[in-house]
């Protein structure tokens, strides 16, 4: 029972241009969203987060939007750079991000030059 | 800040052994979660456990244990190996208020059963 899905196992973008990552989620109960980024041979970092009361949060080249009506969350990353290379994964959490989080199993994204 | 350490880095185990993985937190964090993560798949959480107490259970069998010392570093244990529970294996410490936005996760142990 996948709860979190990332649809998309990979992607690719020119340096510059706009990085959209998209998630899905399936349990209403689910009340605070968060985005990591993972290097090979390194654990996940903390990218941004949304609560469950807003629809929008931007910190620098990183947005993320929520539509709790669809239960769709995405990302945008304005420009893409090429150290954005990472897999990112979208995680939620029915605790307002206290204690257990359900993770997507990830996007690849490749920024090309 | 020394970030998180984890050990062993690699593993390799044969079926029906046990294992013990270990997490070294963050100065300062009195939080720490244990994360599973099979290939090709998110991290699944395993448990976490706050100041010494387990506080949440993800769906595991009790075969999977942990501890938390009281300097916070942390112990996940494994009964009885099973080949599924090949995967990295993640700890992620964290200041208790803070939640998942403040967690660091460590790189990982890679356990390979056979």
């Known amino acids: 029972d996948q709860q979190v899905k990332q649809n998309s196992p990979s992607l690719s973008v020119q340096e510059g241009r706009i990085s959209i990552l998209n998630c899905d989620y399936t349990n209403s109960m689910f009340d605070y969203f968060l985005w990591y980024k993972k290097y090979p041979a390194e654990g996940p970092t903390f990218l941004i987060s949304?609560?469950?009361?807003?629809d929008k949060n931007e910190d620098g080249r990183f947005t993320v939007f929520l539509n709790k009506s669809a239960k769709h969350l995405s990302l945008h990353i304005v420009p893409s750079q090429p150290g954005d290379s990472a897999v990112y994964f979208c995680a939620a959490s029915a605790s307002g991000g206290y204690n257990k989080l359900i993770f997507g199993a990830g996007t690849r994204l490749a920024v090309h030059p | 800040e020394t970030g998180v350490t984890q050990s062993p880095t690699h593993l390799i185990k044969t079926r029906g052994q046990q294992v013990t993985l270990r997490c070294s937190s963050q100065s300062g964090h009195n939080t720490v979660s244990w994360y599973q993560q099979a290939l090709g798949q998110g991290p699944q959480f395993i448990f976490q456990?706050?100041?010494?107490?387990?506080?949440g259970r993800g769906n595991f069998p009790p075969r999977f244990s942990g501890l938390q010392f009281p300097n916070y570093s942390s112990e996940l244990n494994v009964n009885a190996l099973e080949l599924d529970d090949s995967a990295l294996y993640l700890c992620?410490?964290?200041?208790?208020?803070?939640?998942?936005?403040?967690?660091?996760f460590g790189s990982g142990t890679r356990l390979t059963v056979v």
């Open positions: 992620a410490s964290s200041v208790d208020g803070q939640g998942a936005s403040g967690y660091t």
């Open positions: 456990y706050y100041r010494e107490e387990e506080n």
């Open positions: 949304i609560s469950s009361i807003k």
